[in-house]
């Protein structure tokens, strides 16, 4: 059973940054593709990045292709979600997820088993 804590949510203003951590447990860490979702209220959980297993390969959604980076610590069992030019529209809960990676696509949630409880983001305008 793997085991996700996210931390590093906070307020920031718009243009900030701000970089989320994802600490796992209880798995081998190295063979999970771990993601980043986000949820905003009244909308759906939505796809954010992914660092498929090892970090061999990285995807993110168009809406925060180049301000977000995805990164992984295999000594730290760890993911991170860096932030930068942060816009209100950014603002939600950002969950991580862990599923093993048996390839194809990584943006559905429903291919993840393992979540975490999330950390709220917010971005002031």
């Known amino acids: 059973q793997v085991q996700l804590v996210e931390s590093g949510g906070g307020l920031v203003p718009a243009g900030g940054s701000l970089r989320l951590s994802c600490a796992a447990s209880g798995g081998a860490f190295s063979n999970y593709a771990m993601g980043w979702f986000r949820q905003a209220p009244g909308k759906e959980r939505e796809f954010v990045a992914v660092?498929?297993?090892?970090?061999?390969?990285?995807y993110y959604a168009d809406s925060v292709k180049g301000r977000f980076t995805i990164s992984r610590d295999s000594t730290k069992n760890t993911v991170y979600l860096q932030m930068n030019s942060l816009k209100p529209e950014d603002t939600a809960v950002y969950s991580c997820?862990?599923?093993?990676?048996?390839?194809?696509?990584?943006?559905?949630?429903?291919?993840?088993?393992?979540w975490g409880q999330g950390t709220q983001v917010t971005v002031s305008s």
């Open positions: 660092s498929s297993s090892h970090g061999y390969r990285t």
């Open positions: 997820a862990a599923r093993i990676d048996y390839g194809g696509t990584y943006f559905a949630t429903s291919q993840y088993q393992y």
